[in-house]
């Protein structure tokens, strides 16, 4: 089993920067491919970015590709998402995830096991 949790959500104006972290506990973490999502008010959840383990597999949603980053730490067990050039459209509850699978995938139904979200605003 796999325990996730969120945290570095925030109020930022637009264009600013924030990362968030998520922090990783269970005896299965290492192996699985962690992903992040978001889910903005009124809308369906939506596929943000993922990598596998090894971090040789990942996937990138194309609304965030050029302004996030993300990043397994050395003993894998915490997920960064680096996100810079906020816009107001990146409002949304942020997303942990993770799937038993060994590639990166963008679709949530894969994903297993989830945090509690961190919330992201963005003001013009």
């Known amino acids: 089993q796999v325990q996730l949790v969120e945290s570095g959500g925030g109020s930022v104006q637009a264009g600013g920067s924030l990362r968030l972290s998520c922090a990783a506990s269970?005896?299965?973490?290492?192996?699985?491919?962690m992903g992040w999502f978001r889910q903005a008010p009124g809308k369906e959840r939506e596929f943000v970015a993922a990598i596998s383990w090894s971090g040789g597999s990942t996937a990138v949603a194309d609304s965030v590709k050029d302004r996030f980053t993300f990043s397994r730490d050395n003993t894998q067990n915490t997920l960064y998402l680096q996100m810079n050039s906020l816009k107001p459209e990146d409002t949304a509850v942020y997303y942990c995830?993770?799937?038993?699978?060994?590639?990166?995938?963008?679709?949530?139904?894969?994903?297993?096991?989830w945090g509690q979200g961190t919330q992201v605003t963005v003001s013009s």
């Open positions: 269970g005896r299965t973490f290492s192996r699985h491919v």
């Open positions: 995830a993770a799937s038993a699978g060994i590639i990166a995938t963008r679709w949530q139904n894969e994903y297993k096991y």
